[in-house]
């Protein structure tokens, strides 16, 4: 008689370890989800493989609680994806898998769950026909909609608007409507429920309104030529090219041929931009994945790219890991957006580095779509790793956009703005232009002094300035959340204070009064925080309503202004002396996307970037050369340092209650193993803001030219900083491949 198999488990925990279990009765596959016992604990667990022998002795083994699911929920190129992840990132491979699941998921929620069906009684029929529900006008509705259309389920319900969930349940205790449970139909002939959209799983495609450009054509073509095989094509279209309809006809191609498209946005606030665009193309569903969906809209987006019920799936950073079987095509849009780069928490991992190896383990062609593309893509483009595709040309007949600097060293300033940028903001409105009017810096000043003693606002809990918001009369801090009110005196000597610098809120304060008549817009995390409030803002702007519109780094992210005739940059310096080597980097995508927004239309754009640093070499390459210009300069200055991408870094970072604390365990990190002549180890240091959330930061960084040797080196190093006594001191986690160096 065989053996009772030996499972070897993954569950949601720091710990770099499986634990082998015994199969209790059904022997799940690997990719399964199981309950097992933990301590005095019942966790969740992912199965990671079967085996017949164990370190442990059989008789110690516990026995597996339950199966979860019958069928793998990571089937098994998802799990030998999120495995070279957990490698890659030397990240505990329990929370790399967990991290794929949605929380719901994650909890033991049932992965392929049947649908509730909605259907009018004859009573039902009849209370309509006569009227019945005169004083209930949403169940009228609902029933009406359930008499038209025989069976409609969530989704359906769902999109009759506001309440009407609450409609059907009052409709079925009336007994004029019944709600049953049905199976989950199979991916072949579904229709979408609980995904945007409906129609054919195939994907039936509507005729596109727009012709394409032989720019856009020769992209298509080549792309689609690479349709059974994988290809990395880095697709550099200037803003206002038409990237997004060379994506739509790509997704057309693979819908056709029965194969599903995964589509990484850096941002959600373009998620339902971009959901609108492919919704109006294609008669399929399609599942959108983001951290803005509630617990359950999540679960069902992801139980419809599990079941294939949705053939493309929409999404932010996570959505890299959506279970997509029959995959045929991934798209990154925006693919240098930082955004892509999960900063904070446990796993730190770049969704667009993984998509570009899930696309070559899956053999399907990935296109990396940007106007500003990372100096990492272009390397790869320049060393034949990726295949570059040129948009340099704007849809219809709109131009690029005339950039000139403003020399504010020759210029009187009103609030942070200039005599020639107010007239030439004048200028355009009286040509009926709209204005967009870009500072990186949310609030009304980022400082509050007294100018008598020099008392200057400071958070109690970071190395960090008080934010002014007027509006709000508060002092916040946009790194802790600390709030406190605005004080109208010093507290140290009583003498007045007053805001020092500028924000979006003094800015279009400042715009409201020279422009008394015109219809200001602001965008910004202090005035838009739901996707309702961004789809007003935008929709002002859209309509003409609002002829001003002043924003941060929200109004860079891809919307289309056809109207904005002028794009004013207020500081461009911030990032002209940083001590991060990627800030110039930084700052050259923000000025050309900023810049991209102007003249979209038939009018010519202007764009004005206010300096007091008009001969750096960064503003004149840009000017003078371009994206590309100041892109070639870039990356023969990382050459020389040996910085990414001819470099390789890892960060291992601590957080303590003391800065002596943080800096000590990561000192006895550097003593545990001297580096090979390959590696380099620099620090430890404190972060620049070294005191953050009552906390204080320090980094040691590990630097290489040899990605193996790097790898090499961690493997080793990782396992004995663990065991470090400080270890259990300190917060402590590695960042590959970082893109933020505090």
Known sequence: MAETPIVRVAVDTPLRRTFDYLAGGAVPQPGARVRVPFGRRQLVGIVLELGADSGVPRGKLKSIGSVLDAEPVLDAELLALLRWAAEYYHHPIGEVLFAALPKL??????????????????????????????????????????????????????????????????????????????????????????????????????????????????????????????????????????????????????????ERALILVPEIGLTPQLVGRFAARFATPIATLHSALTGTARLTAWRDALSGRARIVLGTRSAVFAPMAGLGIIVIDEEHDASFKQHEGGFRYSARDIAVMRAQRAGVPIVLGSATPSLESLHNAQQGRYARLELPRRAGEALPPRLALVDLRAEALRNGLSTHVVETMRRHLEGHGQVLVFLNRRGYAPTLACTACGWIAG????????????????????????????????????????????????????????????????????????????????????????????????????????????????????????????????????????AGRAGRGSRPGEVLIQTEYPGHPLLTSLLERGYDGFAGTALAERREAGWPPFGRLAALRASAASLHEAVEFLAEARRLLAPPPAIRLLGPAPAAMARRADRFHAQLLVESIDRTALHRFLDAWLPQAEGLPGARRVRWALDVDPLELF
Request: proline share 4%.
């Open 105 to 258: 998921a994650r909890e033991g929620a049932p992965a392929r769950a049947g649908r509730t069906l909605w259907a009018a009684t004859a009573d039902g029929a009849a209370a309509l026909a006569a009227s019945a529900l005169k004083r209930a006008p949403r169940q009228r509705e609902v029933l009406s909609a359930l008499v038209q259309g025989d069976r409609l389920d969530a989704g359906a319900i769902a999109a009759l608007g506001t309440n009407a969930r609450e409609a059907a349940h009052a409709l079925v205790k009336r007994g004029w409507a019944v709600a049953r449970e049905a199976p989950d139909p199979d991916p072949a002939a579904a229709t979408g429920a609980g995904s945007v959209g409906e129609g054919e799983a195939g994907g039936r495609a509507r005729a596109s309104p727009f012709a394409l450009t032989p720019e856009q054509q020769a992209a298509v073509d080549a792309i689609a030529a690479a349709h059974d095989r994988f290809g990395a094509f880095l697709l550099h279209g200037i803003t206002g090219s038409g990237k997004t309809e060379v994506y739509l006809r790509l997704v057309e191609q693979v819908l056709a041929r029965g």
């Open 459 to 594: 958070c109690t809990s970071c190395d960090a300035r008080l934010t002014v918001h007027a509006r709000a009369a508060r002092l916040k801090c946009h790194h802790c959340g600390a709030d406190a009110a605005l004080p109208t005196r010093c507290p140290t000597c009583g003498y007045e204070v007053r805001a020092v610098g500028q924000g979006t809120e003094r800015v279009e304060e400042t715009l409201a009064m020279l422009f008394p008549q015109v219809p200001l817009a602001r965008l910004d995390r202090d005035v838009v925080r739901r996707d309702e409030e961004l789809a007003a803002v935008l929709a002002r702007v859209a309509s003409g309503e609002a002829r001003i519109l002043v924003g941060t780094q929200m109004v860079t992210k891809g919307h289309d202004f056809p109207d904005v005739t002028l794009a004013v940059v207020l500081n461009a310096d911030h990032g002209l002396f940083s001590t991060d080597f990627r800030a110039a980097e930084r700052l050259a995508q923000t000025i050309v996307q900023v």
